[in-house]
């Protein structure tokens, strides 16, 4: 039994919100990153224990924004108590343990919680998405990843320091807009990795289709399967942010999910293109092996078709008859065996001439 249905089968029969890790194991370890900005302000640093973050939300200044990364998601007891620090509910956090959660965004009265993958292409051209689900309330954004070996949003830390753009002037809804936007930007790159090893692919078909091929052709189309399974989901999520299900969303921030949303569109277009040009693909390489397969049974049959009338004359030959007036003649042998080569090669000539070969 696999490590993931074991894992879904120890939920079964259990009540809704209980608290169970299900995903893939890696470091049993939590980061926590907090981060408070405002327009003139900007402070980034590592939280080592609950204590300390409890401590650091006392001091906080209400008028900031607060967004809290938390990397690692093995310590149930930690993550439930970070929910309910901040008022998550318990539905939402055994979402965030369940890393084989859907996309989709809930709405309650003191939030919005929200379930997003992230999508990218490793250096052994390996295919890895990772669940990351957010949390937006007033005036502050708590993200949780699973591994806690890589940071996704480490670049973002750098953005924000540097205030590039409106992200220091505006609220925690355009904080969300930047982490969701960030994700689909990576989609991108996942879709332009695929299409490059794709283009590849049709390049060594065209020329010599060998059975590798139709490993990879079949393994591109699992990832693009796998690709837009979790890419699909968003346009949903970003329609119910545009429709300010919630007033955690002003106005202004609407228009910038707008645009995301478009780059969800495209996204999804672009992986409809490659997955048509990989249904091409297949279809070529079966061509191309039956196209070799008839031209392996061509030469056969050249072969065959010269040799049936050699085959008749040496089973003439070969019949044990006393009276055959050729078999005494002394020029027998060397006549018939000049008769079979001219036969031979008057069929060559003709295949030739047909074309066949």
């Known amino acids: 039994m696999s ?31 907090l981060v408070e900005y405002d327009q003139t302000e900007y402070e980034c640093r590592k939280i080592e224990s609950l204590d300390k973050l409890k ?56 939030g919005i919680f929200i379930v997003a993958k992230n999508a990218e292409i490793k250096n052994n051209k390996e295919l890895s998405i990772e669940q990351v689900s957010f949390f937006i309330g007033q005036n502050f954004v708590i993200s949780f990843q699973h591994n806690p070996e890589v940071d996704t949003f480490n670049s973002i830390y750098a953005i924000i320091e540097k205030g590039k753009g409106i992200i220091r002037k505006s609220k925690a809804d355009y904080l969300l807009y930047v982490l969701l936007d960030f994700l689909l930007d990576n989609y991108f790159l996942v ?42 989901p968003l346009r949903e999520l970003l329609n119910s942010l545009i429709r300010r299900d919630s007033l955690l969303i002003t106005e202004e921030t609407v228009i910038y999910f707008r645009d995301t949303l478009d780059h969800q569109i495209r996204i999804v277009e672009n992986l409809e293109t490659l997955r048509d040009t990989l249904t091409t ?77």
């Open 3 to 33: 490590n993931r249905r074991q894992q879904v089968k120890s939920k079964i029969g259990k009540p809704p919100g209980s608290l169970i890790f299900v995903g893939e194991k890696n470091v049993d370890k939590t980061i926590i990153t």
């Open 55 to 110: 401590q650091q939300l006392t001091n906080r200044k209400k008028e900031k924004v607060l967004w809290i990364n938390v990397n690692g998601l093995q310590d149930v007891e930690l993550i439930s108590e970070i929910g309910s620090l901040f008022g998550i509910h318990p539905l939402s956090i055994e979402d965030v343990l369940n890393s084989y959660q859907r996309s989709k965004a809930d709405f309650f009265e003191n």
């Open 191 to 232: 879709v332009e990795e695929l299409g490059e090893q794709i283009d590849d692919l049709q390049e060594i078909l065209l020329k010599n289709p060998k059975t590798e091929e139709l490993a990879k052709i079949q393994k591109l189309k699992k990832y693009l399967q796998n690709t837009r399974q979790t890419v699909s």
């Open 281 to 357: 693909m297949l279809d070529i390489y079966l061509s191309s092996v039956n196209n070799k397969m008839n031209e392996v049974m061509k030469v056969l049959t050249i072969i065959a078709t010269i040799f049936i009338p050699l085959t008749f004359i040496v089973g003439i030959y070969g019949m044990n008859f006393q009276y055959m007036p050729e078999l005494e003649w002394k020029f027998g042998y060397p006549l018939i065996l000049f008769l079979m080569i001219v036969i031979a090669i008057l069929l060559v000539r003709y295949f030739k001439k047909k074309n066949w070969f």
